[in-house]
């Protein structure tokens, strides 16, 4: 993993539904607390002394919405973050048959989706202060660049805005060349979580 390879421990964490995890895909409390306990788990570790989360698309707002509530995550790392979930929705479908965005977040409601909760904009404004790096590609069809501007607005400094240029919501770390990548968010890891005296042990 390219974070390990800066020095950094990480776990990749399949929410409830996903992956090799059991349970409701519906993106819900259980989520989140699957994400709580990543955390109990990584400080499980008396080596571990700070930790972020990096949440792309709908983990994005999983991320903000657990950092809301836990003052021991120290930084955020969003990449293809919407602002909510229902605008995202209505963006995404815009283009193809009249009302097939309200049709949308109609079954996305009826199958258990929260969509009401999933408002990372407000999310990341009412939550506390700390480091926040957001990621995006110019050319991302299901999310608008205006909400990935809109997020960095409301966020609290110290925070970072990365526009990928001609990336698109699934290649942004190709786009950007992965080297380049790997080492713009390692670099801003290493102030946010160590100052710019960082070294290459965490």
């Not at 404004?125 to 995006?136: E, G, H, N, Y």
């Not at 607005?153 to 790997?182: C, M, S, Y």
Request: charged share 20%.
């Amino acid at each position: 993993m390219a974070l390990n390879d800066h020095g950094y421990g990480a776990i990749l964490l399949d929410m409830p539904g996903h992956g090799e995890s059991g349970g409701r895909a519906d993106w819900g409390v259980s989520s989140q607390i699957a994400a709580e306990r990543a955390i109990d788990l990584a400080l499980h570790d008396d080596a571990v002394r700070h930790i972020a989360i990096f949440g792309y698309s709908m983990g994005s707002c999983i991320a903000v919405q657990v950092a809301v509530r836990e003052r021991r995550v120290n930084a955020l790392v969003l990449l293809g973050a919407f602002t909510n979930l229902g605008d995202q929705i209505r963006y995404q479908f815009h283009a193809r048959v009249p009302l097939l965005g309200e049709f949308s977040l109609l079954a996305a409601r009826v199958i258990g989706v929260q969509v009401s909760a999933m408002r990372t904009l407000d999310l990341l404004k009412a939550s506390a202060s700390r480091p926040v790096l957001i990621i995006a590609g110019t050319a991302d069809s299901l999310i608008p660049v205006s909400m990935p501007l809109a997020l960095f607005q409301v966020a609290h400094e110290p925070k970072e805005l990365w526009l990928v240029q001609r990336a698109n919501h699934t290649n942004v770390r190709d786009t950007a060349g992965p080297a380049i990548f790997d080492e713009r968010v390692s670099m801003f890891l290493d102030k946010a979580l160590f100052g710019s005296d960082a070294d290459s042990s965490h």
